[in-house]
């Protein structure tokens, strides 16, 4: 059964400062990963997605990798501001139908 | 990015009585819908598989008969909530992808269900 791991589980940080969130699995038969923020009360924002065949993705300030091998996926958030204060989550396809199964989340605090 | 909307974005009900979510894609047809639940602090659990045309999947421990799902076009599936308890009370999220596309999953805004 998969198993999603997400390290650490809250990270504060100074404005500006680079965000790096761990995600980790434990079956690489993976068709995607997907990294997404939650805030408060809310629903997911899809922030990026790595094919399985990929090694990473860039949107702006977000990177993310990807090592299937190793099981490992790293998000770099670059110079955060207070509006990156969320939490962020990894889930991973498990089937050709798109299923995920998420990590328990970062909870990420930028403070001005 | 595609848009997923849901509705009510929050309902009281009494225990016993039943409650649908509707989730819509507004941007683009799914053939396949999820529906997660979520409890305070805690990460989002899938219940089930919803497949346009075709009986829901649901995953090991969801009930079947309680969670009711019906996905009966491309850019709508419900889930109804049938003689709903306190232990019920939690936020329900779906979500879709394009059919075509990368497998990339939008996800609406959820539904926060209270059963008093």
């Known amino acids: 059964k998969q198993e999603v791991t997400q390290i650490p589980a809250a990270l504060s940080v100074p404005e500006g400062e680079n965000l790096v969130l761990n995600c980790s699995f434990t079956?690489?038969?993976?068709?995607?990963l997907q990294w997404f923020r939650q805030d408060p009360g809310k629903g997911l924002t899809s922030l990026l997605l790595?094919?399985?065949?990929?090694r990473e993705q860039t949107s702006g300030r977000l990177n993310a990798s990807l090592d299937k091998s190793s099981g490992r996926s790293t998000l770099y958030i670059a110079a955060s501001q207070p509006g990156d204060s969320a939490t962020y989550l990894c889930?991973?396809?498990?089937?050709?139908?798109?299923?995920?199964?998420f990590g328990a989340g970062t909870q990420v605090v930028v403070t001005p | 990015g595609a848009v997923v909307s849901q509705h009510p974005s929050w309902v009281i009900c009494k225990s016993g009585t039943s409650v649908k979510i509707e989730c819509r894609s507004l941007d683009f047809q799914a053939t396949t819908m999820f529906w997660y639940r979520q409890f305070p602090k805690q990460s989002l659990m899938l219940m089930a598989t919803?497949?346009?045309?075709?009986?829901?999947?649901?995953e090991q421990g969801v009930e079947k008969d309680k969670f009711l799902i019906n996905h009966a076009s491309l850019t709508l599936s419900t889930l109804t909530v049938t003689s709903a308890h306190p232990e019920d009370s939690s936020f329900y999220i779906c979500?879709?992808?394009?059919?075509?596309?990368?497998?990339?999953?939008?996800f609406g805004p959820g539904t926060r269900l209270t059963v008093t």
């Open positions: 790595i094919q399985s065949s990929q």
């Open positions: 079956d690489s038969a993976i068709y995607n």
């Open positions: 889930a991973v396809a498990t089937d050709s139908w798109g299923k995920l199964q």
């Open positions: 979500s879709g992808y394009p059919r075509t596309g990368t497998y990339e999953q939008y």
């Open positions: 919803s497949n346009e045309g075709s009986k829901a999947t649901y």
